[in-house]
């Protein structure tokens, strides 16, 4: 279960960072090569969830739930956008449905 939990915090900051440095460019103005690496990290992002033990469908629907909390702590420690008290309240409730996804006994 650990090492699937990495897997979803990697592919989300895989994801979360090549999407932000794409970001930076298209919208910033900043340097080109900013999204030359963006798209270049953006593909590892596709290779990572295929690590995950679980079928496309069910890791993917569990990825949504690390990708929202992982986007709130983007927010928070790059943007430097506090996150509320819905925030949070919506990261657990995702949280969970990763957990209840990936992670219950199934017969």
Known sequence: MLQSLLLFVLAGLC???GGYLFWLWLREG???WLAVVGVM?????G???TLQPANFGRAYAAYGGVFIVLSILWGWGVDRVQPDKFDWLGG????LGVLVIMYAPRH
Do not use: C, M, R, T
């Not at 657990?92 to 949280?95: P, R």
């Open 41 to 45: 990290i953006l593909a590892v992002y």
């Open 30 to 32: 900043k340097s080109v």
């Open 15 to 17: 994801e979360i960072g």
């Open 47 to 49: 290779v990572v969830p």
């Open 92 to 95: 657990w409730i995702a949280l």
